[in-house]
């Protein structure tokens, strides 16, 4: 067989491309706990503990899995409008929110241009950036982890394209003020604000679409609505904005049973928000006990996590060992900046009930 050197076909800036860090299946995390998968609990993907709908689960059973999913997504984006009250040609969905980061690095960055991220965040945005070639700049937040918009200021320059701001931020929880999203949009930089947990807090600056055309906001079913594996989300911009989407994007990004799912979903959504609302009197409740614990304090959410901030690097890992080898899963991360601290999910009242009482034993 000749020699293909496949290797260097590759492109240049994807050959040794920093992957992204995922959270692994259950079937891997029992096995690693050696306990069976129905005993695990696990809090280390900001998954919904009550899972979807019932009527999401039966729509799913019943889509006829032989079409084509439609590629203008008409009955998708006429139920988000009604759910959201944006207008059908300000909506559109991707294959999870994940997708449309994607397709917006995709619309939006050639090699060399430069992403501006408040570090810590949700590292998909780095990733797809250096997928993408470009630059990231991580602007460190403050000691609060609010976002530092000096540093922005100084850092803003001919090549920078993108400004990324997750609120309520993943690990960290906490919001950005609409004030501070004014100031990032008169920039006139692309400004993408994710709102994965928007159901959580309530707090949106989707109503400043039709002012801005830079501003996008990304929203998702995962969360909320218990669809994290069938990976639908869905983002609000301007309708010039979608018409370019549209034009990029695979023309079935929505598989059949995710839209039949989001469709049914909305219908029940006052179900959902019911276990909403439990979720976040459950983060109440368990912040209410971190706080009070020795050894371990948590920083105030907005979404359904919380990030625990232990003394040092040694204890984050000591405890986070602790408790996966009793079963429970939590998240923990190599930055620099959060190598003393790990997320948790929240779970049912029993799976926090158990996470207190592991916590309570690995830190006497
Ligand atoms: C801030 C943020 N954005 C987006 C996502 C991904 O959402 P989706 O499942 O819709 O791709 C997550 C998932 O954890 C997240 O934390």
């Known amino acids: ?32 706990a050696g306990i069976p998968e ?6 280390n993907g900001n998954e919904n503990p009550y899972g979807p709908s019932p009527a999401a689960a039966d729509a799913v059973a019943n889509v006829p899995l032989h079409i084509y999913p439609d590629p ?12 959201t009250g944006a207008d059908v040609p300000s909506i559109i969905a991707g294959a999870g929110s994940d997708e449309l980061i994607d397709l917006l690095f995709r619309l939006f960055i050639e090699p060399g241009d430069r992403i501006l991220d ?15 070639g470009g630059t990231v700049e991580l602007i460190q937040r403050d000691e609060l982890f609010d976002i530092d918009m000096d540093a922005l200021r100084d850092s803003v320059d001919e090549k920078t394209k993108i400004i990324f701001v997750s609120s309520p931020n993943n690990p960290t929880g906490n919001l950005v003020n609409e004030q501070k999203v004014e100031e990032l949009l008169d920039t006139g930089l692309v400004v993408v604000i994710d709102e994965a947990y928007y159901e959580f807090c309530n707090q949106t600056v989707a ?16 969360k909320w609505a218990g669809l994290a594996g069938l990976r639908v989300g869905y983002g609000i911009m301007s309708p010039e904005l979608v018409d370019h989407i549209i034009d990029i994007k695979s023309p079935y990004n929505v598989n059949v049973a995710a839209e039949a799912a989001l469709l049914a979903s909305l219908e029940d959504a006052p179900a959902l928000l019911g276990n909403v609302a439990k979720i976040v009197s459950e983060r109440d409740r368990l912040n209410a006990v971190l706080e009070d614990m020795p050894g371990i304090t948590p920083w105030p959410s907005e979404g359904n ?4 901030q232990l ?19 939590v998240r923990n991360f190599g930055s620099e900046r959060l190598q003393d601290t790990f997320r948790v999910a929240i779970g049912t009242p029993d799976q926090t009930d158990a996470f207190i009482a592991a916590l309570k034993e690995i830190l006497k």
């Open 1 to 32: 067989m000749p020699q293909s050197n496949i290797e260097q076909k590759i492109r240049g800036h994807l050959a040794n491309v920093q992957a992204y860090t995922p959270v692994d299946p259950p079937e891997l995390l029992a096995q690693q």
């Open 38 to 43: 129905s005993e695990i609990i696990k809090l």
């Open 72 to 83: 203008l997504q008409r009955k998708m984006r006429q139920a988000l409008s009604e759910y």
């Open 118 to 132: 408040f570090d810590p965040t949700f590292a998909m945005y780095a990733f797809c950036a250096r997928v993408a």
């Open 207 to 222: 109503n400043l679409v039709p002012k801005h055309d830079n501003l996008v906001v990304l929203r998702t079913m995962s």
């Open 305 to 308: 996590f919380i990030l625990c």
């Open 311 to 329: 003394a040092n690097s040694e204890e984050a890992s000591r405890v986070y060992e602790a408790l996966a080898s009793r079963g429970i899963f």
